[in-house]
């Protein structure tokens, strides 16, 4: 009898539903010894784990033990794995003499990525190029074989910044899962492991807010389509201090522990628009991060290899500092900080603009080693794990790859969070202002920035206006002298 062996990110029916015989999940004590993860992604990881073991009862041995190796060791017969999420996990199951069944949760397979991937040559891997095409396979919000609305992508009417004056945008809450014995237990666990075994976590372990099973998770979605998806695509990258949430999904999350498939999303959304319940751009934004940006992700994560993880193009190699891995609000005096690493503290999740253009752009700018940064945001958010982070910094966030997956660094003056965000008017710092007591740190951090790398960016054309701005700057010099001063003290 072959035993089905699943990790803690394989949760959903199709990871199972072609299989009869036994089932093994293990809850590895080591994975939280080595690390410091966020301990609401602790609490979550383990609370869904936990969750579908119960509803399998004895068909599945749920083994909790410190290695994955010293319980499949001891199965009797031969251990079968649907295709792990990250090289380590491959590796593991590898050793462990496990057969390894073809990847699932995704909507395109990786040898069609490959083929397509092939047939470029010479040309780049465009994610617009691989979404269209998932579209057209997948018949994804097509009329007559042409795309719904009349075009491919809206995302230029998608980045409108927040309703001028508004505390939040009025959208209905996200619905919001109820606590069982399962978190309970779950909790004391972390609780007794931290007082009794040293094991450390980062951030705050308040209410869960995440699915654990599948029926939250489909409850979670149909609650978002109807109630939130209209709102969806105008402000989805506006950020607003008093709606953490706007009007973005929150289904990353179950998406990434398996408890969704890609295609049943962007099937119930496309409903939405069929029926008149949201508008193309919000249908359409949405699509294109679940099987566009998403399976993206993680076909470029196993086609550029796992040497990738350790591309250095622009060879940052400063620490990071423990006042932001420690999720230190109160360190900085920088409101979007201060704020977006308070809300990482108390949700383990930010929406991808605090991501991308708060911390990530503030990482990239004091040049941060872009390994200590992947990991901290595999750690750190409860939608991460190693086959996310590693693409989204090292290709994105980080510009680390050189410009592999991106042509340019996603890296701006304090003028864009000025634009849009709410965070510059309670914030002691200008974003009109350089140089002085009130220069703002990702103005001057994004001079600063160009600056150093002012030859590698000369000759890119969508960076080529900025790097000659440098020479209209009077106090370029007063400006990096300042910032070489900084470096990894908080603003």
């Known amino acids: ?63 909790r033990a410190d290695t994955y190796g010293e319980v499949v060791r001891e199965v009797d017969g031969d251990v079968e794995v649907v295709h792990p999420t990250s090289y380590a996990a491959l590796g593991l199951v590898e050793r462990l003499g496990a057969t390894v069944l073809p990847p699932r949760g995704f909507a395109t397979a990786r040898e069609d990525f490959e083929r397509w991937a092939e047939g470029r040559g010479a040309k780049r891997l465009l994610m617009e190029d691989f979404y269209r095409r998932a579209r057209l396979a997948h018949g994804v919000l097509l009329d007559g074989g042409e795309p719904a609305g009349g075009r491919w992508n809206f995302d230029h009417d998608n980045r409108e910044p927040p309703p001028r004056g508004a505390a939040s945008l009025g959208v209905a809450d996200p619905w919001w899962p109820t606590e069982d014995d399962v978190d309970a237990e779950v909790r004391d666990d972390l609780d007794r492991w931290e007082r009794e075994e040293g094991i450390e976590t980062i951030g705050r372990d308040g209410p869960r807010r995440f699915p654990v099973t599948r029926r939250e998770a489909l409850a979670a979605l149909d609650h978002f389509v109807e109630h939130r998806l209209p709102h969806f695509g105008a402000h989805e990258d506006a950020i607003l201090e008093g709606d953490p949430w706007m009007a973005h999904s929150l289904v990353s999350a179950p998406l990434n522990l398996g408890l969704l498939d890609p295609l049943e999303v962007v099937e119930r959304a496309e409903e939405a628009y069929r029926s008149g319940g949201a508008p193309i751009s919000s249908v359409e934004g949405f699509v294109r991060q679940v099987i566009g940006w998403r399976d993206y992700v993680w076909h470029t994560y196993w086609h550029q290899g796992d040497a990738y993880r350790r591309e250095n193009a622009l060879r940052a190699t400063e620490r990071m500092p423990r006042w932001f891995t420690d ?31 708060v911390l990530g752009s503030y990482a990239l700018q004091r040049g941060w080693a872009p390994t200590q940064v992947t990991d901290w945001f595999h750690r750190a958010f409860v939608d991460g794990y190693d086959w996310v982070m ?37 914030c002691r710092f200008d974003p009109k202002v350089r140089v002085g007591d009130d220069a703002c740190p990702f103005t001057a951090g994004y001079w600063w920035f160009l600056d150093r790398h002012r030859e590698r960016f000369a000759g890119n054309h969508r960076m080529s206006r900025a790097v000659n701005g440098l020479d209209r700057l009077s106090d370029l010099a007063e400006l990096v002298e300042q910032e070489d001063a900084r470096g990894n003290r908080a603003p």
């Open 327 to 357: 999720l230190d609000a109160a360190a900085t005096d920088a409101r979007c900080l201060s704020h977006t690493l308070d809300q990482v503290a108390e949700h383990g999740w930010v929406h991808h603009i605090p991501r991308l253009m």
């Open 1 to 63: 009898m072959t035993t089905r062996w699943l990790f803690g990110d394989q949760l959903g029916p199709h990871f199972t539903d072609d299989h009869r015989g036994p089932l093994l999940m293990v809850e590895s004590r080591a994975v939280f010894r080595r690390r410091r993860f966020h301990r609401a992604k602790a609490h979550l990881v383990l609370s869904a784990m936990r969750h579908r073991a119960a509803e399998f009862g004895d068909r599945m041995t749920y083994a």
């Open 390 to 426: 590693v693409p989204n910094i090292v290709g994105m966030s980080q510009h680390a790859d050189g410009g592999v997956m991106m042509t340019k660094p996603y890296t701006s003056g304090g003028a864009y969070i000025n634009k849009m965000s709410d965070h510059c008017g309670s």
